[in-house]
């Protein structure tokens, strides 16, 4: 018994030597992992309440700087710029908003032409007092000569992480060869403008 005791007391004596040399600075320690409250963990997956929704998308010919959409179309021709504008209305979490967009792009046959990789997502981050945001996103890829004309697919993805919602809107639009017009053509048509 006598000898079980002694070796508690070593113990503790042994703990607090160690402990004095660890607070005066004499032995260092070094963590080998990030330190991760428990308490910052989430132990239960739990949706947050809130909605996320995409409105009021539209194919353009142009988007100027005050995101007006210039000729809203559906066709377009091969090499073009094809532009969209879409608003996302969001809620808030405790008074923040985070948005991640991303799309891919699907040629008439089903085959993947574009897809961004999550380096490449764009997000949107805002402050805000009122419990739901409308926010403005606008874009625009280029469908590249010697693709086939036909019917392409946009699948476009918006994420907000703070909500822990996801949603997506799939868009269709057409695209058509157009021959570029002759030069003998442009100066008829210059003449008969100018008369």
Do not use: W
């Amino acid at each position: 018994m006598t000898e079980i005791l002694v070796m508690l007391i070593v113990v503790v004596i042994t703990s607090a030597i160690i402990l004095l040399l660890v607070q005066t600075g004499t032995i260092t320690v070094e963590a080998e992992n990030e330190q991760v409250s428990v308490l910052n963990a989430n132990f239960i997956p739990v949706t947050r309440e809130g909605y996320l929704t995409i409105k009021d998308f539209k194919f353009c010919d142009f988007i100027d700087f005050d995101y007006n959409c210039m000729n809203e179309i559906e066709t377009f021709d091969l090499g073009s710029e094809i532009h969209f504008i879409f608003t996302v209305e969001s809620s808030t979490y405790n008074g923040d908003i985070m948005l991640v967009e991303n799309y891919r792009i699907k040629g008439p046959t089903g085959e993947l032409l574009l897809e961004v990789d999550e380096s490449n997502n764009f997000n949107f981050d805002l402050t805000s007092n009122k419990e739901t945001e409308d926010v403005t996103f606008k874009d625009f890829f280029i469908v590249n000569q010697g693709l086939p004309e036909g019917e392409y697919t946009m699948e476009l993805f918006i994420e907000n992480p703070l909500l822990t919602k996801k949603t997506t809107l799939v868009k269709k639009f057409q695209v058509v060869y157009v021959e570029d017009f002759s030069e003998e053509y442009y100066e008829e048509d210059y003449e008969e403008l100018i008369g």
